[in-house]
Nanobody, 124 residues
Framework: VQLQASGGGLVQAGGSLRLSCVAS????????MGWFRQAAGKDREFVAA????????DYADSVKGRFIVSRDNAKNTVFLQMNSLKREDTAVYYC??????????????????WGQGTLVTVSS
């Protein structure tokens, strides 16, 4: 399984970015996906998760109401729309996938495959 994340960049506070993660190597539509982030000097933290069919979604409290996770199974892609960005959203963002079908979790340790990360920098 390979995950390729993209869409990061430099944005002013209050702005928006859309991250994408393209998966390959297996049937994408059978697996949940997660987004995580890691700021400098901090642990990797949960951002959002979406079930295989998109019916179950969860967000970290810090991004609720601002971020939207979605997926396009026909394109093997999961998205993270980030709105009203804040300086504290600055981090490397990772998409992640589990080994097990039907999996849904907020815990990074329970994911088996990770993208390379894409850097989001929010300036004031």
């Amino acid at each position: 399984v390979q995950l390729q994340a993209s869409g990061g960049g430099l944005v002013q506070a209050g702005g928006s970015l859309r991250l994408s993660c393209v998966a390959s190597g297996r049937t994408f539509s059978l697996y949940g996906m997660g987004w995580f982030r890691q700021a400098a000097g901090k642990d990797r933290e949960f951002v959002a998760a979406i079930s295989w069919g998109g019916r179950r979604i969860d967000y970290a409290d810090s991004v609720k109401g601002r971020f939207i996770v979605s997926r396009d199974n026909a394109k093997n892609t999961v998205f993270l729309q980030m709105n009203s960005l804040k300086r504290e959203d600055t981090a490397v963002y990772y998409c992640a996938a589990p080994e097990r079908k039907g999996f849904f979790s907020k815990r990074p340790g329970e994911y088996d495959y990770w993208g390379q990360g894409t850097l989001v920098t929010v300036s004031s």
